[in-house]
């Protein structure tokens, strides 16, 4: 196992991809050997080769911004227009003793996606209930970097993270004093903190758009987010669905997405709104628009 190569990690197969294997196997050791057999052999191969290459070299010009149904709180990737990935998590808060759960989405809709290589893993914050899917992402795809806002002293899967970054040569940092990457390709990133550094949250900015992603904070801390609503207009706010109804009013938000359970009786403004709970929900920032796309594995 410590020989290089022996293992390698490699994304889910599609569909597509598993009848293209069977089809060139057949084709490779058919019953009977001819030139059609080889062509067609060959050209399942190159079809093959081609499917798998194309989500890692695909361009657009959308910033899409995928928020995940999880229980762990807030999950969810970026993909800037020029493919470049960041994957941001945000953990509910744990009380002392408490245990954490199992891994998150992440992983699972990653490979999904086919993707290998994540630019940067932001977690705000960062405790054992999802430190689990991020030692995951760590163990299974090439990684640029770790920047986390730490809850507490690790414990448990945060210490089994923390000493495999270090093996791999990229340690954790801080994302107040670890400089976390400031753009992703075309899109720029900001981490607002409050709170003395205790509250943060992530904001994506493309194309004069702002979206502010909220991790799941207590009331207290929300009520304090250090957030103008007219000079900063928002095209869409991702919050907990018990986001306090005072913040929403202030953030004035074009669209709103929810994830976890809302608040029974809770009464919400007049935008759009999305809940993660039915399934993921994309938000695409184009140039001349932004979309929302709702879908369900």
């Given at each position: ?33 001819s030139r059609w057999t080889w062509v067609g052999a060959a050209l399942g191969i190159v079809v093959l080769a081609a499917a798998i290459t194309y989500p890692s070299i695909k361009t657009s010009q959308v910033c899409e911004i995928t928020i995940l ?229």
């Amino acid at each position: 196992a410590w020989l290089p190569g022996s293992g390698l990690s490699v994304p889910t197969p599609t569909s597509l991809l598993i009848v293209l294997m069977y089809v060139i196997l057949f084709l490779l050791f058919p019953p009977r050997r001819s030139r059609w057999t080889w062509v067609g052999a060959a050209l399942g191969i190159v079809v093959l080769a081609a499917a798998i290459t194309y989500p890692s070299i695909k361009t657009s010009q959308v910033c899409e911004i995928t928020i995940l149904d999880s229980t762990v709180g807030l999950d969810g990737v970026v993909v800037a227009p020029g493919g470049e990935r960041l994957v941001f998590s945000g953990a509910r808060p744990l009380w002392p003793g408490q245990k954490g759960g199992g891994p998150g989405p992440l992983p699972a809709y990653l490979h999904w996606r086919l993707y290998r290589t994540l630019d940067a893993v932001v977690a705000l914050p960062l405790n054992s209930r999802n430190a689990p899917e991020l030692l995951a992402l760590a163990q299974e795809f090439r990684v640029g970097g770790f920047w986390w806002r730490q809850e507490r002293q690790p414990e448990g899967p945060m210490v089994e993270l923390i000493n495999l970054l270090g093996d791999q040569g990229k340690p954790a940092r801080s994302l107040d004093r670890g400089n976390p990457p400031q753009a992703l390709g075309e899109v720029f990133l900001a981490y607002p903190s409050w709170e003395g550094g205790q509250a943060g949250a992530l904001e994506v900015t493309y194309q004069g758009r702002r979206v502010l992603l909220l991790p799941p904070l207590r009331r207290a801390a929300l009520l304090k987010l250090p957030w103008p609503a007219r000079d900063r207009p928002l095209a869409a706010l991702v919050a907990p669905g018990d986001v306090p109804a005072e913040l929403l009013k202030r953030l004035n938000p074009e669209r709103l997405v929810l994830f976890g359970e809302p608040a029974e009786g809770k009464e919400f403004p007049s935008c759009p709104v999305f809940f993660s709970r039915w399934g993921a929900v994309s938000l695409h920032l184009a140039p001349g628009s932004v979309t929302v796309q709702e879908w369900s594995p």
